[in-house]
Nanobody
Framework: QVQLADSGGGLVQAGGSLRLSCAAATRDWWNVRMAWFRQAPGNEREFVAA????????DCSDSVKGRFTISRDSAKNTAYLQMNNLKPEDTAVYYC????????????????WGQGTQVTVSS
């Protein structure tokens, strides 16, 4: 069983930055892939970025490429999403997710979810 706690959201002006954190509490942390998704009001939850824990190989959506960076600190069992040059359209609830099986960008590829953290970008 994996418990995820995501945090770091807030209100920021367009062009600003935020860093989200996702701390994992588990005794069984191996072959893990962690990801960030987001959901804006009235929209479906969408993939943002993912990282393979062992290799640090990353993937991110075209909408955030060049602005957002996913990383991890293995000593802290924590993944991060550094968000730069934020835009109003980035406003959403951001969720971290984790899995220990094959998959990448679909919600159904993930078994464990954080509670979500609100990011609001004002214009």
């Amino acid at each position: 069983q994996v418990q995820l706690a995501d945090s770091g959201g807030g209100l920021v002006q367009a062009g600003g930055s935020l860093r989200l954190s996702c701390a994992a509490a588990t005794r069984d942390w191996w072959n893990v892939r962690m990801a960030w998704f987001r959901q804006a009001p009235g929209n479906e939850r969408e993939f943002v970025a993912a990282i393979f824990w062992n290799t640090e190989i990353t993937d991110c959506s075209d909408s955030v490429k060049g602005r957002f960076t996913i990383s991890r600190d293995s000593a802290k069992n924590t993944a991060y999403l550094q968000m730069n040059n934020l835009k109003p359209e980035d406003t959403a609830v951001y969720y971290c997710a984790a899995a220990q099986r094959i998959g990448l960008r679909r919600q159904s590829d993930y078994d464990y979810w954080g509670q979500g953290t609100q990011v609001t970008v004002s214009s």
